[in-house]
């Protein structure tokens, strides 16, 4: 008993981390604001837009297959940081740091095996939860950066971005049409949308003012 106790709050105390990790997305585009979104708190966004679409479409998905993948595939980034399609690593290395990662923070609790197949499932995006998974974590994204956008605390037009604006990537958004930082993440994402209800989501989200629904 006391063995098993020692485990889970080895876990815990690795996972619960992610608390004071900050999302590195906003940091890179220049975000200026005092409290900037956790990686947690990122965790806590996608079960919580999870729930919130599978209450109002009928998509016919293991919800809580999908709320374990939203909470464990981030345990990772404990190890490796929040990394983003600006650093300099490519997929296939990023996908093998990530399950030494995942490995090595999951290796106290009994049921290591069977997390980390759940993770893989997420990262292979196969299985429709898989997918449905993967279009929240990305979704969650783009809502939180219009809403940073709204605030105006995440401009596009700062100086410290032109770095950013000058990547190839960023440079086909913006003769595509993205006009502000909201924009990009959207349209970015949109090709992982593969499922209409999603790119509905993500299309009101870019064309209408998010924090007037708080009112």
């Known amino acids: 008993m006391e063995q098993k106790i020692k485990n889970l709050l080895q876990f815990y105390l690795l996972a619960t981390e992610l608390k004071d990790k900050i999302r590195s997305g906003w940091k890179i585009w220049s975000i200026d604001r005092e409290r900037i979104e956790s990686v947690a708190e990122h965790i806590y966004g996608t079960c919580i837009l999870a729930i919130s679409i599978d209450s109002q479409f009928e998509l016919e998905i293991d919800l809580h297959k999908v709320i374990m993948m939203l909470v464990l595939h981030e345990v990772e980034e404990i190890k490796i940081g929040d990394l983003t399609p600006f650093d300099k690593q490519t997929q296939e290395k990023r996908r093998t740091l990530g399950k030494q990662a995942v490995e090595e923070v999951l290796n106290s609790l009994d049921k290591k095996v069977q997390y980390m197949e759940l993770i893989e499932e997420f990262e292979e995006m196969k299985t429709k939860e898989s997918l449905f998974a993967k279009m929240c974590d990305k979704l969650e994204a783009d809502i939180q950066s ?39 993440f959207i349209e970015n994402d949109r090709p992982i949308f593969t499922e209409k209800v999603f790119e509905n989501i993500a299309d009101y989200v870019k064309n209408n003012e998010l924090l007037k629904l708080k009112k």
């Open 146 to 184: 219009k809403i940073y956008c709204e605030e105006g605390c995440m401009k596009i037009e700062k100086e410290e971005n032109q770095l950013l604006l000058e990547d190839k990537r960023v440079q086909k958004l913006l003769n595509e049409g993205a006009k502000s930082i909201s924009d990009l």
